[in-house]
């Protein structure tokens, strides 16, 4: 698939097939995180990835919209330094959209659907992934083969016109 294709065929998917995902292919959408860019180059993110059916289970209950992870193939856990400092917490944040979202379209180049979930109950999410403390599971990418159509270029829906989007030299 080509770059602009996986870019409008993306979407947010919600329910998946009984399919594992090729180990090879998950490594390159683990590898597209790993290698996106940071502020600094500091790289302030660690994975943690989820194939294990109960485990993927109890993460869905991280968040109250999080059910989806259930039914995922994989679940890829992006966690963060607990930072106090703000700077350093918003900044880090920024870091961890743009390899998230790296992931999400290499994912879709693969044909291989995505969602995200917020993480309410940090306990809880660390006890079921084994994170350390002083870490932050900022959220969940969950992952797998769509189940209810293949993921196509230029079939979302419903966003605002480019004209109402695109402010040119101010608004």
Known sequence: METWDAVTSRRNVREFAEEAIPD?????VLEAGRIAPSSQN?????????TDREMLRQL???????GHIANAAAAI??????EEE??????????IGQAAMQMMIVAAD?????????????????SVLGV???KLVAFVIDLGYPADRP???GTRLKRRPFDEVVHRNGW
Do not use: Y
């Open 24 to 28: 090879a292919d998950l490594d390159r």
């Open 42 to 50: 500091n790289q302030p993110w660690d994975f943690v990835v989820v």
């Open 60 to 66: 869905s209950t991280v968040w109250r919209g999080g």
């Open 77 to 82: 856990a992006v966690v963060i330094p607990d």
């Open 86 to 95: 703000p700077r350093v917490r918003e900044r880090n944040r920024f870091d």
């Open 110 to 126: 693969r044909e291989i659907g995505s969602g995200h979930s917020a993480v309410g109950d940090q306990d809880l999410a660390r």
């Open 132 to 134: 350390p403390a002083g």
């Open 151 to 153: 993921l196509r270029p």
